[in-house]
Every structure is written in C-alpha cells, then in structure tokens.
C-alpha cells in the first residue's frame, strides 16, 4: 500500500534523525530540560506549584509575567527564597499580554503600558535568573486588527524594547500563537519575518508551541526544524490542548525534530504549557486550580514525555517500519 503523505514526511524525518544520531552521538547525550509554565496555575502559591514539578521530576519553571508595579508584583526576594528551598530554577517568563499592553495598539498610551510591562518583566526575569521572556507582537484575545497598521506598529513598539533586552541577559522570545487569539504572527515564517522587520541584535529568538504548530502549520516537524537555533523554548500540549499523549499530535516526531535544532542543549528548554481549549487562555492565570487535576496533569505529562524520549532515543533502523504506522 502506498504511503500517505503526512507518513512519507515522517519517513523523511525518522531517516534524517537515525542518521544524525549515528553521526553526532555527542549531541544526544544531553537530555532535554523539562519546565512547566505555572500560570496556567492561577492563584496557587508558588511554593505549592513548584513543589508539584519538583515531586516529578522538574528542574526548571516558567515564571508568569506579573510583575505590574512595585506594590502589585510578586517579591523577587521571597521568589529567590522559594526557588532556592525547593531547589528548582526558572527557564523564563511568561509575558501575558492583553489589549492593555498590546503591542501593536493604535492608541500610544496602551503601547507605552506595553515598553512599560515589558521593561518591568525583563528586570524580574533577571532578577529570578530566567533566560527568556515570551513576547507577543499583539494582544491575546483580540483576532482581528484594528486596522493596517498594527503590524508596523507593533515592530515599531518592539524596537523601543530591544534596548532593554541589549541591557540584560534576557532572550526575546518571539511567540507564533494560533489566529483563533491573536491578530498578528501565527507562524514560524511570520515570526522570523516579524524578527527581520524589528532588525534589532537583541530579538532573535523563538518560542514555539507545538499546539499552535497544529493549528497554523503544514506540519510540526518541519515547522520546529525552520525554527533551528532561534528556538530557546517549546511549549508543549497535546492536540486537544490536554497532556501530551491525550490527543492525536506525533510526540516522537516533536522530539526527533527537538533533538536535530539542539533542544538539549543548555539554556533551551521544553515546557510544558497544556492550557485547555480556550479562546483567550489567560482565565487561567487568575483562578484557582483543582490541585486533584493538576497533580495528575503533571504526573502523566511528564511520565508520558520521557517515555517517548526513551523510545526514540533507543530508536533504531529496524524501527523505521513501525515508527511510520
């Protein structure tokens, strides 16, 4: 029977990897570095959340972007304090931007609030030893722009904030989101063309999400390996935005394609981020989770994920067959 097209692509891709394997044996001796964004924890102490990620096996957090003013913002002393005693350190932040910091607003005061947010996340990113911040070029929530020139508004509005990344140890990182939220930027093309308009050294980064990949990509494989070395971070959710292995997207070929643009390599991580099947997500970041819920979340995401790890890793030629079914 001849294969089907989506199956000649993992063909190609299963190929491409058993031969970067034999031929770079030391770039698979790393394993990935496994985060979990926590806002999608809402109100739950921090202390709480991390001692979840830390119970299975996480190292690595993704702070939230809450950081607002200097009364109503978490404490970076008792963050450092909570992080150093449950001995887990932050992958990044997680920007939220909504139509009150959006980037490419027309109206100049909320794109003041946004350099301002901005600004403010990046200190705490810093100040809490995170590598990358999340940008998203415009407001989650709003689909459509409102009118032609939100794109060059939003490049211009970035530029303002590249200044601010030069000055830190903070990556940007530019975020692909799926066009049933946002107006602008839904692909990796989009983001890498966005990141040339800015034309700035300090915006150069990409983080994915294998979530949006389904939605606005051909195919997530090829759409991680276009991202090759700007991919600092990848978020993680199955299809129907559950854990990963409760929905029908290719786990394995996610982390074949990880693998062969470096993933495991230090300062890049793999987040999870299995949000549900919300239009505008950030209802999350001020509820109170079902800790039941969550605890088996975490659990069966991240067993589920070195398992596939394992299998594919120990992969060989003579489960190339298999690998394609």
């Known amino acids: 029977m001849r294969l089907q097209n989506f199956q000649l692509k993992k063909l190609e891709m299963v190929k491409k990897f058993l031969e970067f394997k034999t031929k770079y044996p030391e770039k698979m001796v790393r394993r990935f570095d496994l985060s979990w964004s926590v806002w999608m924890f809402g109100r739950e102490s921090l202390e709480k959340s991390l001692y979840r990620l830390k119970s299975n096996g996480i190292n690595f957090v993704e702070l939230k972007g809450d950081s607002y003013s200097d009364e109503i913002s978490p404490k970076v002393d008792r963050v450092r304090e909570t992080l150093k005693a449950v001995d887990v350190k932050v992958s990044g932040v997680c920007g ?30 810093e100040s809490v030893g995170g590598r990358y911040l999340i940008v998203v070029p415009s407001a989650v929530g709003k689909t459509k722009p409102e009118d032609d020139y939100d794109l060059s508004r939003s490049v211009e509005t970035l530029r303002i904030c590249a200044k601010y990344f030069e000055r830190s140890t903070v990556k940007a990182a ?63 959710a199955d299809s129907n935005r559950d854990g990963p292995g409760k929905g029908m997207i290719d786990l394995d070929l996610v982390i074949m ?33 079902d800790e039941s819920v ?32």
Not at 258 to 277: C, D, K, S
């Open 257 to 289: 394609a990880a693998y062969l643009v470096g993933m495991n390599q230090e300062g890049r991580f793999i987040t999870f981020e299995p949000l549900g099947p919300y239009a505008d997500p950030y209802v999350l970041a001020n509820s109170s989770p």
């Open 96 to 125: 939220l931007y909504s139509q009150n910091n959006d980037l490419s607003s027309s109206n100049p005061y909320i794109r003041q609030n946004a350099i301002d947010y901005v600004k403010r996340q990046i200190n705490f990113a």
């Open 294 to 325: 969550m605890n088996n979340l975490v659990r069966e995401s991240v067993t589920y994920f070195r398992q596939r790890e394992e299998a594919v890793r120990e992969m060989t030629e003579s489960d190339i067959e298999f690998a394609i079914l």
């Open 174 to 236: 530019i975020e692909p989101i799926r066009s049933a939220e946002v107006s602008l930027i839904h692909t990796v093309d989009q983001a890498i063309s966005y990141i040339k308009a800015v034309d700035h050294p300090a915006i150069y980064y990409i983080n994915g999400d294998i979530y949006h990949m389904l939605c606005e990509e051909n195919d997530i494989a090829s759409a991680i390996i276009k991202c090759s070395d700007r991919l600092i971070n990848l978020h993680i």
